[in-house]
């Protein structure tokens, strides 16, 4: 079946350093992906809507300028957190769908992140 | 405003019960809803959609209704076992972008 890919799954930066995270979609073409956050023991934010070839829709209360979202093909979208900060330590999930699969959307195995 | 609110942040049960989780909603009218599974420190793994002309939809032990009068959707998980023991999440499609609002879950113990 689909499979939605993220990397790294953990990465512990130094504040005020940036940080890259993949989402891949590896069998199926992906128009759009997600990127969510999520804080221990609380529910997935949403935090961008990724389209290919386009800009990224940011939710209200998220920094376009410190979360760089690049959608460059139709099976990878990358989320850059820019001058991290421990606040921002968190896990970030990448979500997918495929036309061919109706409306399933599929979750990437999220990714940890640390700032010290 | 708009609120995603599923019943008591935890759910302890026995083994071999049936365990009924529900999700309510305000001020969507949603395309679809999606219950997912996730356990701890992994992603949210898709269980079943219903769509808003569906009242009930099954999948092995588990089966979801839909009520968009009483704007609620119930997920049961019938003949419990320790595996189930997760956090379900529901989730609104309230777009045709497949946008997904998720609501606050519920964490499920099955004790044996």
């Known amino acids: 079946g689909a499979v939605v890919s993220q990397h790294p799954s953990r990465v512990i930066c130094k504040s005020g350093t940036s940080v890259k995270i993949e989402c891949r979609s590896l069998?199926?073409?992906?128009?759009?992906m997600f990127w969510y956050r999520q804080f221990p023991k609380q529910s997935l934010m949403l935090m961008a809507t990724?389209?290919?070839?386009?800009?990224?829709?940011?939710e209200q209360g998220v920094e376009k300028d410190k979360f760089l979202i690049n959608h460059a093909s139709l099976t990878l979208s990358t989320l850059t957190v820019t001058s991290a900060h421990p606040e921002d330590s968190s896990f970030y999930i990448c979500?997918?769908?495929?036309?061919?699969?109706?409306?399933?959307?599929?979750f990437g195995e999220g990714s940890w992140l640390t700032v010290v | 405003s708009q609120k995603i609110e599923q019943n008591s942040e935890a759910l302890n049960i026995q083994e071999g019960k049936t365990a009924t989780l529900t999700c309510n909603y305000t001020?969507?009218?949603?395309?679809?809803l999606q219950w997912y599974r996730q356990d701890p420190g992994r992603g949210p793994v898709f269980l079943l959609l219903?769509?808003?002309?569906?009242k009930e939809k099954r999948k092995e032990r588990l089966k979801v209704t839909f009520d968009t009068t009483l704007k609620q959707s119930l997920f049961h998980i019938t003949a419990s076992q320790p595996a189930d023991s997760a956090t379900y999440l529901c989730?609104?499609?309230?777009?045709?972008?497949?946008?997904?609002?998720f609501g606050g879950g519920t964490r499920l113990m099955v004790k044996p």
């Open positions: 219903i769509r808003e002309n569906e």
């Open positions: 990724s389209n290919e070839g386009s800009k990224a829709t940011y």
């Open positions: 979500s997918a769908s495929s036309s061919s699969s109706g409306n399933t959307i599929y």
């Open positions: 001020n969507y009218s949603p395309a679809y």
């Open positions: 989730a609104l499609v309230h777009n045709a972008g497949n946008m997904l609002t």
């Open positions: 069998d199926f073409q992906a128009t759009t």
